[in-house]
């Protein structure tokens, strides 16, 4: 298992990365009807958050930069539900909670998976 985590280690930064180009594609989006998607839509931004936030705190070293990397995640999600309206999609202030309960979440899952590997 310490194999794989430190595997993920090492790619933390690339899949950070493509969490955030899915979220920022899938978010802003033009629709004209949003899909029918199982699940909550809450739960969706929870998980998404969670994802990018695990992944981008993950590697980081020092107090300052993971507080730094769960902070652009949640300003990330705040600006992307201002913008949303712009682009045919509604934004929402719970929306924006969902994705901030859901990076404070993967911080603390980063932070408790970095501990196992750097065992």
Same mark, same amino acid.
């Given at each position: 298992m310490?194999?794989?985590?430190?595997?993920?280690y090492r790619h933390a930064d690339r899949l950070a990365l493509g969490c955030?180009?899915?979220i920022g594609y899938l978010s802003l989006m @033009? +629709?004209?009807e +949003?899909? %029918?998607? @199982? =699940?909550?839509?809450?739960?969706?931004?929870l998980i998404a958050y969670g994802m990018l936030?695990?992944?981008a705190t993950l590697p980081r070293k020092?107090?300052?930069?993971?507080?730094?990397? +769960? +902070?652009?995640?949640?300003?990330?999600? *705040?600006?992307? &539900?201002?913008?949303? @309206?712009?682009?045919?999609?509604? *934004? &929402?202030v719970g929306d924006f909670l969902a %994705?901030?309960? =859901?990076?404070v979440l993967g911080g603390l899952l980063a932070h =408790?998976?970095?501990r196992f590997i750097r065992a």
């Open positions: 310490q194999r794989h985590l430190t595997v993920l955030v180009l899915a @033009p +629709l004209v +949003l899909p %029918d998607a @199982p =699940g909550n839509d809450k739960i969706h931004h936030t695990f992944f020092t107090r300052k930069t993971v507080v730094a990397a +769960l +902070l652009a995640a949640i300003a990330y999600g *705040g600006l992307i &539900e201002v913008i949303q @309206p712009y682009v045919n999609r509604y *934004g &929402e %994705d901030a309960a =859901g990076a =408790g998976v970095s």
